[in-house]
Protein backbone atom coordinates (compact mmCIF):
# COMPACT_ATOMS: atom_id res chain seq x y z
CA UNK A 1 0.00 0.00 0.00
CA UNK A 2 1.28 3.62 -1.09
CA UNK A 3 0.61 5.86 1.79
CA UNK A 4 -1.04 9.12 -0.13
CA UNK A 5 -0.31 12.97 0.99
CA UNK A 6 -3.46 15.09 2.33
CA UNK A 7 -3.74 18.14 -0.26
CA UNK A 8 -4.47 20.70 2.65
CA UNK A 9 -0.80 19.72 4.40
CA UNK A 10 1.08 22.74 2.55
CA UNK A 11 -1.55 25.32 3.49
CA UNK A 12 -0.53 25.10 7.52
CA UNK A 13 3.12 26.54 9.12
CA UNK A 14 4.13 27.79 12.17
CA UNK A 15 7.07 30.59 12.40
CA UNK A 16 10.36 29.48 13.33
CA UNK A 17 13.45 31.96 13.59
CA UNK A 18 15.25 30.17 10.32
CA UNK A 19 15.14 27.65 7.82
CA UNK A 20 18.19 26.06 9.92
CA UNK A 21 16.00 25.60 12.98
CA UNK A 22 13.05 23.94 10.50
CA UNK A 23 15.65 21.79 8.93
CA UNK A 24 17.40 20.70 12.34
CA UNK A 25 14.24 20.05 13.76
CA UNK A 26 12.95 18.24 11.13
CA UNK A 27 16.08 15.43 10.66
CA UNK A 28 15.57 15.09 14.32
CA UNK A 29 12.32 14.40 14.14
CA UNK A 30 12.74 12.59 10.99
CA UNK A 31 15.31 10.30 12.59
CA UNK A 32 13.35 9.46 15.67
CA UNK A 33 10.37 8.49 13.62
CA UNK A 34 12.42 5.70 11.37
CA UNK A 35 13.76 4.34 14.32
CA UNK A 36 10.13 3.70 15.91
CA UNK A 37 9.10 2.39 12.73
CA UNK A 38 11.66 0.42 12.19
CA UNK A 39 11.13 -0.68 15.93
CA UNK A 40 7.25 -1.59 15.36
CA UNK A 41 7.80 -3.40 11.82
CA UNK A 42 10.26 -5.62 13.05
CA UNK A 43 7.47 -6.37 16.09
CA UNK A 44 5.08 -7.33 13.11
CA UNK A 45 7.99 -9.13 11.76
CA UNK A 46 8.61 -11.65 15.07
CA UNK A 47 4.70 -11.69 15.28
CA UNK A 48 3.91 -12.95 11.91
CA UNK A 49 1.10 -10.46 11.83
CA UNK A 50 -1.39 -11.71 9.21
CA UNK A 51 -1.77 -8.86 6.19
CA UNK A 52 -5.06 -8.20 7.22
CA UNK A 53 -3.98 -6.49 10.83
CA UNK A 54 -1.71 -5.32 8.14
CA UNK A 55 -3.87 -3.21 6.29
CA UNK A 56 -5.88 -1.83 8.88
CA UNK A 57 -2.82 -0.77 10.62
CA UNK A 58 -1.99 1.01 7.73
CA UNK A 59 -5.44 2.41 6.64
CA UNK A 60 -6.06 4.08 10.81
CA UNK A 61 -2.50 5.52 9.98
CA UNK A 62 -3.51 6.69 6.47
CA UNK A 63 -6.82 8.22 8.16
CA UNK A 64 -4.40 10.00 10.99
CA UNK A 65 -2.18 11.64 8.04
CA UNK A 66 -5.21 12.94 6.41
CA UNK A 67 -7.11 14.18 9.57
CA UNK A 68 -5.08 14.35 12.21
CA UNK A 69 -1.86 15.62 11.08
CA UNK A 70 -3.99 19.36 9.53
CA UNK A 71 -5.36 19.85 13.06
CA UNK A 72 -2.00 19.43 15.23
CA UNK A 73 0.39 19.93 12.91
CA UNK A 74 0.62 23.25 15.31
CA UNK A 75 0.81 22.09 18.43
CA UNK A 76 2.81 19.51 20.46
CA UNK A 77 0.10 17.54 19.84
CA UNK A 78 1.28 16.79 16.19
CA UNK A 79 4.28 14.70 17.32
CA UNK A 80 2.73 12.23 19.27
CA UNK A 81 0.59 12.55 15.45
CA UNK A 82 3.72 11.76 13.86
CA UNK A 83 5.17 8.95 16.13
CA UNK A 84 1.51 7.21 15.92
CA UNK A 85 1.76 7.02 12.18
CA UNK A 86 4.95 6.06 11.37
CA UNK A 87 4.35 3.59 13.91
CA UNK A 88 1.43 2.43 12.23
CA UNK A 89 3.04 2.84 9.12
CA UNK A 90 5.93 0.62 10.05
CA UNK A 91 3.55 -2.04 11.82
CA UNK A 92 2.21 -2.47 8.73
CA UNK A 93 4.83 -3.15 6.75
CA UNK A 94 5.17 -6.83 9.06
CA UNK A 95 3.49 -8.80 6.58
CA UNK A 96 5.12 -7.50 3.66
CA UNK A 97 8.60 -7.73 5.20
CA UNK A 98 7.61 -11.72 6.12
CA UNK A 99 6.28 -12.46 2.35
CA UNK A 100 10.11 -11.11 1.21
CA UNK A 101 12.11 -12.63 4.01
CA UNK A 102 10.52 -16.12 3.25
CA UNK A 103 12.48 -15.64 -0.22
CA UNK A 104 15.56 -17.66 -0.59
CA UNK A 105 17.72 -14.20 -0.79
CA UNK A 106 14.57 -12.14 0.85
CA UNK A 107 17.50 -10.88 3.57
CA UNK A 108 19.51 -9.41 1.14
CA UNK A 109 16.50 -7.91 -1.13
CA UNK A 110 15.26 -6.07 1.95
CA UNK A 111 18.66 -4.51 3.24
CA UNK A 112 19.46 -3.94 -0.76
CA UNK A 113 15.97 -2.01 -0.78
CA UNK A 114 16.44 -0.41 2.61
CA UNK A 115 20.26 0.65 1.36
CA UNK A 116 19.47 1.85 -1.82
CA UNK A 117 16.79 4.30 0.03
CA UNK A 118 18.49 5.24 2.21
CA UNK A 119 21.56 6.46 -0.27
CA UNK A 120 18.84 7.83 -2.49
CA UNK A 121 17.85 10.41 0.43
CA UNK A 122 21.21 11.25 1.41
CA UNK A 123 22.41 12.15 -2.26
CA UNK A 124 19.14 14.11 -3.27
CA UNK A 125 18.70 15.59 0.35
CA UNK A 126 22.72 16.56 -0.22
CA UNK A 127 22.41 18.23 -3.69
CA UNK A 128 19.28 20.29 -1.94
CA UNK A 129 21.46 21.60 0.50
CA UNK A 130 24.19 22.24 -1.33
CA UNK A 131 22.92 24.26 -4.68
CA UNK A 132 19.81 25.37 -2.70
CA UNK A 133 17.92 25.45 -5.84
CA UNK A 134 14.53 26.64 -6.26
CA UNK A 135 12.24 23.19 -6.94
CA UNK A 136 8.89 24.72 -6.23
CA UNK A 137 8.26 24.20 -10.12
CA UNK A 138 8.29 20.39 -9.96
CA UNK A 139 5.31 20.47 -7.79
CA UNK A 140 2.77 20.17 -10.03
CA UNK A 141 4.10 17.55 -12.12
CA UNK A 142 4.81 15.54 -8.95
CA UNK A 143 1.27 15.83 -7.99
CA UNK A 144 -0.06 14.92 -11.34
CA UNK A 145 2.75 12.18 -11.14
CA UNK A 146 1.06 10.76 -7.98
CA UNK A 147 -2.26 10.82 -8.68
CA UNK A 148 -1.58 9.05 -12.13
CA UNK A 149 0.14 5.80 -10.43
CA UNK A 150 -2.24 5.89 -7.53
CA UNK A 151 -5.05 5.23 -10.03
CA UNK A 152 -2.99 2.76 -12.03
CA UNK A 153 -1.81 1.19 -9.12
CA UNK A 154 -5.83 0.31 -8.06
CA UNK A 155 -6.66 -0.59 -11.63
CA UNK A 156 -3.69 -3.47 -10.70
CA UNK A 157 -5.06 -4.20 -7.47
CA UNK A 158 -8.55 -4.81 -8.80
CA UNK A 159 -7.19 -6.84 -11.52
CA UNK A 160 -5.14 -9.24 -9.03
CA UNK A 161 -8.09 -9.54 -6.34
CA UNK A 162 -10.31 -10.46 -9.80
CA UNK A 163 -7.94 -13.32 -10.72
CA UNK A 164 -6.13 -11.35 -14.15
CA UNK A 165 -3.01 -10.24 -12.31
CA UNK A 166 -1.21 -7.42 -14.53
CA UNK A 167 2.36 -8.14 -13.64
CA UNK A 168 3.43 -5.22 -15.60
CA UNK A 169 1.54 -2.90 -14.94
CA UNK A 170 2.19 -3.65 -11.39
CA UNK A 171 6.05 -3.07 -11.99
CA UNK A 172 5.54 -0.10 -14.25
CA UNK A 173 3.30 1.40 -11.39
CA UNK A 174 6.30 0.84 -8.51
CA UNK A 175 9.01 2.27 -11.13
CA UNK A 176 6.66 4.85 -11.42
CA UNK A 177 6.54 5.48 -7.43
CA UNK A 178 10.37 5.26 -6.98
CA UNK A 179 11.37 8.07 -9.56
CA UNK A 180 8.07 10.42 -8.23
CA UNK A 181 9.59 10.10 -4.66
CA UNK A 182 12.83 10.65 -5.18
CA UNK A 183 11.43 13.70 -7.06
CA UNK A 184 9.40 14.47 -3.77
CA UNK A 185 12.51 14.08 -1.71
CA UNK A 186 14.46 16.82 -3.62
CA UNK A 187 11.09 18.88 -3.63
CA UNK A 188 10.07 18.84 -0.03
CA UNK A 189 14.10 19.91 0.81
CA UNK A 190 14.52 22.03 -0.96
CA UNK A 191 11.01 23.85 0.61
CA UNK A 192 12.71 23.32 4.03
CA UNK A 193 16.12 24.73 2.68
CA UNK A 194 14.30 28.13 1.00
CA UNK A 195 11.69 28.43 3.79
CA UNK A 196 8.65 27.22 1.42
CA UNK A 197 7.84 25.00 4.63
CA UNK A 198 8.43 26.18 7.94
CA UNK A 199 6.75 23.58 10.04
CA UNK A 200 9.07 20.70 10.91
CA UNK A 201 5.91 18.66 11.92
CA UNK A 202 4.59 18.77 8.05
CA UNK A 203 7.91 18.69 6.80
CA UNK A 204 8.38 15.40 8.73
CA UNK A 205 5.54 13.50 7.96
CA UNK A 206 6.46 14.89 4.19
CA UNK A 207 9.73 13.11 4.27
CA UNK A 208 8.77 10.36 5.40
CA UNK A 209 6.55 9.31 3.68
CA UNK A 210 8.60 9.38 0.72
CA UNK A 211 11.01 7.48 2.18
CA UNK A 212 7.91 4.93 2.83
CA UNK A 213 6.93 4.94 -0.63
CA UNK A 214 10.46 4.56 -2.11
CA UNK A 215 11.12 1.71 0.00
CA UNK A 216 8.08 -0.26 -0.77
CA UNK A 217 8.37 0.54 -4.60
CA UNK A 218 12.29 -0.40 -4.43
CA UNK A 219 10.85 -3.58 -2.13
CA UNK A 220 8.42 -4.40 -4.94
CA UNK A 221 11.15 -4.76 -7.99
CA UNK A 222 14.24 -5.78 -6.30
CA UNK A 223 11.70 -8.99 -5.41
CA UNK A 224 10.26 -9.04 -9.04
CA UNK A 225 13.78 -9.42 -10.36
CA UNK A 226 15.75 -11.08 -7.99
CA UNK A 227 13.40 -13.12 -6.00
CA UNK A 228 14.18 -16.41 -5.25
CA UNK A 229 11.85 -19.16 -3.73
CA UNK A 230 13.21 -22.01 -1.07
Same mark, same amino acid.
Given at each position: ????Y ?16 V???T ?11 A ?10 ? +? ?6 ? +???? /?A???F???R ?17 L??G ?11 AN?A ?18 A ?36 G ?7 L ?7 ? /? ?7 Q ?12 V ?5 L ?23
Open positions: MQADPSNLSSLSVAVPSAQKLRNYMLLAMTLLFSLTAAAAVALHV +SYGVGLVS +SLIA /LLLWAVPTANSAAGIGVVFAITGLGFLGPVLNHYLALGQIVMLALGLTGIAFLGLSYALTTRKDFSFMRSFLVAGVLVAFIASIVSLVAALLHPLPALATVSAMFAV /LMCGMILYTGEIVNGGETNYLATIGYVSLYNLFTSLLQLLGAFMGERD
